[in-house]
């Protein structure tokens, strides 16, 4: 009796998760899908909104990244009603929030395993995701919050960290002339920069080819043409830069007919660019302490 009903139980908690699974790969692709609509129609704009929402809330998952891009594109500050609330903020009534996956901690025993002794504690363990929802700093009110530091176009010590980036992945860094008039170059291995350029363009050049050795130096260089690659790397130069402060401009207008509409294509790049983006911002932002915990 009680094997069948740890069979039981692990059949059903393995159902749980192929439902959750499905769940985040449903929410995925029908933020995508909102994404190809609207620049199949025009909206170049929903491309830069996605993107700048990887620059602002890097630390959040390429789902929930997408989640907040599609229900609220001008969103800066996320957060719960708990968390508001702590801060001296609350939500404007008729405020409607934006959904993002929150994950469950629990402390459940495999079916077989037995307590050492009675005051024995399973261990807490990731037991699923749910929908939970969180709200823009432009939707409440109340208390002032710290001013996040800004860099205001300027790289300032975020050129140096990057500089260090480069180096402990081990890519040597040079300077050349001869590669003019290319501003970078990536050749596996080894950047070369363009000497002379401002701090902030050689910032941006040295983000886009850095983007190049996480993405295109394996399997995935064979996998994507030259112009995938390089609307990809100038992505990750985009909210990289974005996210540290300098005037970006607008993404490219055209990266959807690089697809042709083809949503898994496009989550892929999407994907990749959201995760390579998230490994350089992490380590700009690894001594500056975040100005607003996180909801997820």
């Known amino acids: 009796m009680n094997f069948k009903s740890n069979n039981s139980n692990n059949s059903g908690g393995q159902k749980e998760i192929r439902r959750q699974q499905t769940t985040t790969q449903q929410i995925i692709a029908e933020n995508v899908k909102h994404l190809i609509e609207q620049l199949e129609q025009g909206k170049s704009e929903a491309l830069t909104a996605y993107l700048s929402a990887m ?146 363009e050689e910032f941006s050049t040295l983000a886009h080819e850095l983007g190049h050795e996480m993405l295109h130096r394996a399997e995935r260089r064979t996998l994507t043409t030259k112009t995938v690659r390089e609307t990809e790397a100038e992505s990750i130069a985009f909210i990289v830069g974005r996210a540290v402060g300098l005037n970006t401009g607008s993404a490219s207008a055209d990266y959807i007919s690089l697809y042709h509409g083809n949503a898994e294509l496009l989550t892929e790049s999407l994907a990749v660019i959201q995760q390579a983006s998230a490994t350089i911002l992490d380590a700009l932002f690894a001594e500056v302490a975040e100005p607003l915990a996180q909801a997820s």
């Open 55 to 200: 620059a602002r809330f890097h630390n959040y998952s390429f789902g929930n990244i997408l989640s907040i891009a599609h229900h609220r594109p001008d969103a800066t500050h996320v957060a719960g009603i708990r968390t508001w609330n702590e801060l001296g903020r609350y939500v404007k009534k008729g405020q409607k929030g934006i959904p993002i996956l929150a994950p469950m901690i629990g402390s459940k025993r495999q079916p077989t395993e037995e307590p050492v002794e009675q005051t024995d504690k399973p261990k807490p363990m990731l037991i699923g995701f749910r929908v939970v929802y969180v709200f823009d700093v432009a939707q409440t009110e109340g208390s002032e919050l710290p001013e996040p530091p800004t860099v205001s176009g300027e790289v300032g010590a975020y050129h140096e960290r990057l500089v260090e980036l480069v180096q402990q992945q081990g890519i040597e860094l040079e300077y050349n002339e001869r590669i003019a008039p290319a501003q970078g170059v990536s050749y596996g291995g080894k950047i070369a920069l363009l000497p002379g350029q401002s701090k902030a």
